[in-house]
């Protein structure tokens, strides 16, 4: 029988000698602004993204020009904490060697774009400065590891939060590639192996792994889409432990019917000491079990239904040495982030600001990145960034917020952010276009607009305080998590997208594909019936994800 025929990417990961490949050497080459191919694979585990311009592309044709290559850079950022003072240092580096914006990402992180390869490496530095680091946010590894942001969620949020940084530190590649090639580390001498790494290994993973630990009852990082989930329980007012979820993952391909979406199963239960064991394990057992053929049927979701789930976890816990005890209860009952002001237990207060689609930029009206800049400058409180694409200052003390409301007012914050509506609050958008070499569509620089016009509707059936869920993506692949919305809009082409409904507020279901390729038009005149009939015809407390997943099921 013959061996089936591994992946492209599976050989450039082996040869790479722990992720170096020709890097050093491509980074030197300035007569092109693009990396080798298979350099262009390896930076990714660096955290670095090629991508181009692409409202520029006809132009530079048409001038016989390359694309205007530039690369996206993703900081490592364990349950989104950063300092002021790292804040305050990226301000600067952010005019210098960017496009100028701060963009929030869905996984509780920090990427730039625009940056040119010749100041790739004065970047990298510039982060280490600060004690930033952008290993492992993409490519074939754990990438950053999200965690409930607010502290007034429960008593012991602290310890569990500390979790995101263990777990990001435990699974982290052991190769010293990272500092040799950006920080002008020793380099590995040409006849010598490569650092070994018990879990990577040579071939790292399949495809990329995600881990995000919720704290009920709130679910902002979307538990049941991770690859492993971890699940605060609490018993008697301790930590007793964390629910174990694995094989969640929502990128698909159009016209692949073998992708899809799926939620996570929950696997069993374990105490703190037994965690970093468990997703150590968990990615183990992908590494090895894991489809390097075909990298669109690559991820943990797939694995487990190849295998089945019975098979999965016995393998798991044969690897482990334990059994998982009985998964707990616990209840959800939000998803969407908590803005204003909140006090935790230690009478500490923590302020939660909405930050469009992640974009930290300024309008006249509402003066988020001066907001910002300014309270940093302060040091009063410290950042937190949530999994809902927006920013919470942390920790400030009882004399301390006057202080803090005066900036706040003063940039428009208080203001603004009390007349938006909750469905521009709710949504998110990932990046698209005009970097995202992937987008079919746009996202973030439309979903402001269209929401605007989905306000309108909102208001004509006096349904503008509801807090519907609407996240759109430019491409399948569901960066902003829109199969778990009320409202998802994947792009499909140029101004088109799969409108999809019937997610439910909380995170435990799926939306279902309701209509295919979509104009505006459409869309809002699709939405005006629903949103009419929901009206009409909704229950008692009846979300508008659950009256159209009960509409659909009637159909049915």
């Known amino acids: 029988m013959t061996e089936p025929t591994l992946s492209p990417v599976e050989g450039i990961k082996v040869r790479s000698r722990g992720l170096r490949g020709t890097l050093a050497e491509s980074l030197k080459n300035q007569l092109t602004g693009q990396l080798s191919a298979d350099d262009q694979q390896l930076i990714k585990h660096h955290g670095v993204y090629q991508q181009d311009d692409r409202d520029r592309r006809n132009e530079r044709e048409a001038k016989k020009l390359e694309p205007a290559y530039s690369f996206m850079i993703r900081l490592r950022l364990p349950g989104g904490d950063i300092s002021p003072q790292q804040w305050l240092g990226l301000q600067p580096l952010l005019a210098q060697n960017t496009s100028g914006v701060l963009k929030l990402t869905t996984r509780q992180t920090i990427q730039v774009h625009g940056v040119i390869k010749s100041k790739l490496k004065p970047t990298m530095q510039w982060f280490n400065r600060y004690g930033l680091d952008t290993i492992a946010a993409c490519g074939d590894v754990n990438r950053n590891v999200m965690a409930g942001s607010h502290p007034a969620t429960s008593p012991f949020h602290e310890a569990v939060h500390a979790f995101a940084a263990k777990i990001s530190e435990h699974l982290l590649p052991k190769t010293k590639a990272f500092t040799e090639i950006w920080l002008d580390g020793e380099r590995l001498d040409a006849n010598a192996d490569p650092e070994p790494d018990p ?68 696997l069993g239960f374990v105490t703190p000491d037994q965690v970093l064991d468990t997703v150590w394990q968990i990615a183990a057992v992908q590494r090895d079990y894991g489809n390097r053929v075909d990298r669109k049927q690559a991820r943990l979701k797939y694995t487990i239904d190849r295998m089945g789930l019975y098979a999965f976890k016995a393998e798991l816990e044969s690897r482990l040495g334990f059994r998982l005890a009985t998964p707990r209860n616990f209840t959800f009952n939000a998803r969407a982030d908590h803005y204003g002001w909140l006090q935790d237990h230690k009478n500490r207060w923590h302020y939660t600001l909405f930050v469009e689609n992640g974009r930290v930029v300024n309008s006249p009206e509402y003066q988020v990145k001066s907001a910002l800049d300014a309270i940093a400058e302060t040091h009063l409180c410290s950042f937190r960034l949530t999994g809902n694409q927006n920013i919470m200052l942390l920790n400030v003390a009882a004399q301390d917020k006057a202080a803090v409301d005066t900036i706040l007012a003063v940039h428009g914050i208080l203001k603004t952010q009390s007349t938006l509506a909750p469905i521009r609050t709710h949504a998110l958008a990932c990046v698209a276009l005009p970097t995202c070499p992937l987008a079919m569509a746009e996202a973030q620089r439309y979903l402001p607009e269209l929401i605007g016009k989905i306000e309108a509707l909102l208001d004509k059936h006096a349904l503008k305080q509801d807090e519907i869920s609407i996240r759109m993506s430019g491409c399948p692949n569901g960066c902003s998590r829109p199969y778990a919305a009320e409202i998802g809009l994947v792009g499909r082409s140029m101004g088109h997208y799969d409108l999809r409904l019937g997610g439910d507020r909380l995170g435990y279901r799926l939306n279902t594909l309701y209509q295919e390729g979509l104009n505006e038009a459409e869309i809002l005149n699709t939405l005006d019936d629903l949103l009419a009939n929901y009206a009409q015809g909704r229950t008692a407390g009846e979300s508008f994800g659950d009256y159209c997943q009960r509409q659909l099921t009637l159909a049915d």
Do not use: C, M, W
């Open 199 to 266: 879990l990577y290994q040579t071939r790292y993973l399949p495809r990329k792994f995600k881990v995000g630990i919720a704290i009920p009852p709130h679910n902002e990082v979307d538990i049941f889409t991770q690859d492993a989930g971890f699940i605060a329980i609490e018993e008697n007012g301790k930590l007793a432990g964390f629910n174990v979820t694995a094989g969640g993952g929502l990128s698909s391909t159009h016209g692949n019917a073998a992708t899809y979406p799926r939620l996570a199963d929950t």
